[in-house]
């Protein structure tokens, strides 16, 4: 039974910066892969990063250059640091597990319970 522990989110200004932290439970196995999503009120839930194993990530093209994923593979947590954020990047962040990579970018196993984040302009 995975479990996830969310926090980090909250309100900033356009520009300001978050830092969400997502810390599963220690069955997970450390060669899981691990990712973030968002979603906004009537739209689906969209990928945000993802990191594997070996520390391979993918992001969004929306977010490149301003968010950056990172694990603590010891603390099995996955960070989503987030710089310049926008309004248009308001929304329930989730963390989410897998076997691999493959798999966590198109229909994770495991999901958090979501982290509101809300950038005012």
Not at 23 to 45: F, I, N, P, T
Not at 52 to 71: A, C, E, H, L, M
């Amino acid at each position: 039974q995975v479990q996830f522990v969310e926090s980090g989110g909250g309100l900033v200004q356009s520009g300001g910066s978050l830092r969400l932290s997502c810390a599963a439970s220690e069955l997970m196995a450390d060669y899981y892969a691990m990712g973030w999503y968002r979603q906004v009120l009537g739209k689906e839930r969209e990928l945000v990063a993802a990191i594997d194993s070996g520390g391979t990530t993918i992001y969004v093209n929306s977010v490149k250059g301003r968010f950056t994923i990172s694990r603590d593979a010891a603390k099995n947590t996955v960070y989503l640091q987030m710089n310049s954020l926008k309004p248009e990047d308001t929304a329930v962040y989730y963390c989410a597990a897998d076997r691999s990579i493959v798999t966590v970018v198109r229909r994770p196993a495991y999901w958090g319970q979501g982290t509101q984040v809300t950038v005012s302009s």
